[in-house]
Antibody, heavy 117, light 110 residues
């Protein structure tokens, strides 16, 4: 069974850092581009970042560019999101998501990041 | 990277049909046949209902259909059922450096 499981969320102060992890199973991980998507409380889905299958290409939404870094470990079927200089407006549930086309077949359950003093 | 435009809410009675629109630009919706639609129930992860404008994943009822004209994509749900009540999001490829979601539409089944 295909599964994505996020971890690493929590409460952090503005300006702080957090590293999210996403463990994949049941898929040929190295074949999939991996994405992070976030959803602020009561708000809509927002695309955050994407990494290609061999880590040679990463892209980011303007709102996180220069502060967030996506990476992956194909040997261990993991994708990460390093979040630095966190702002109150980064508060959201963060999902990892993937699919073989330009859409998402699989989603994790999400991990909550709360940025507050 | 502006969000695609969706109506904030739509509603319909059981058995009726509803259509949710998703308006973008020639740089996203209009430029590629890579529009997908997601259903999200409260507290749950989204689920793909339509991909590549009009394709339906296995297991999704054929009551769900998608289309596109110019810069506007549409999701139509026919034969509304109570379990269709959820939030719906469109999503589009926007070139090699971006993807973009719509703002979301809350579907109420009356």
């Amino acid at each position: 069974e295909e599964q994505l499981v996020e971890s690493g969320g929590g409460l952090v102060q503005p300006g702080g850092s957090l590293r999210l992890s996403c463990a994949a199973s049941g898929i040929t991980f190295s074949s999939y581009w991996m994405h992070w998507v976030r959803q602020a409380p009561g708000k809509g889905l927002v695309w955050v970042s994407r990494i290609n299958s061999d880590s040679t290409s990463t892209i980011y939404a303007d709102s996180v560019k220069g502060r967030f870094t996506i990476s992956r470990d194909n040997a261990n079927n993991m994708v990460y999101l390093q979040m630095n200089s966190l702002r109150v407006e980064d508060t959201a549930v963060y999902y990892c998501a993937t699919g073989l086309g330009n859409y998402y077949d699989y989603w994790g359950q999400g991990t909550l990041v709360a940025v507050s003093s | 990277q502006s969000a695609l435009t969706q109506p904030r809410s739509v509603s319909g009675s059981p058995g009726q049909s509803v259509t949710i629109s998703c308006t973008g630009t020639s740089s996203d919706v209009g430029g590629y046949n890579y529009v997908s639609w997601y259903q999200q129930h409260p507290g749950k992860a989204p689920k793909v209902m339509i991909y590549d404008v009009s394709k339906r994943p296995s297991g999704v009822p054929d009551r769900f259909s998608g289309s596109k004209s110019g810069n506007t994509a549409s999701l139509t749900i026919s034969g509304l059922q109570a379990e269709d009540e959820a939030d719906y999001y469109c999503f589009s490829y926007a070139g090699p450096y971006a993807w973009v979601f719509g703002g979301g539409t809350k579907l109420t089944v009356l």
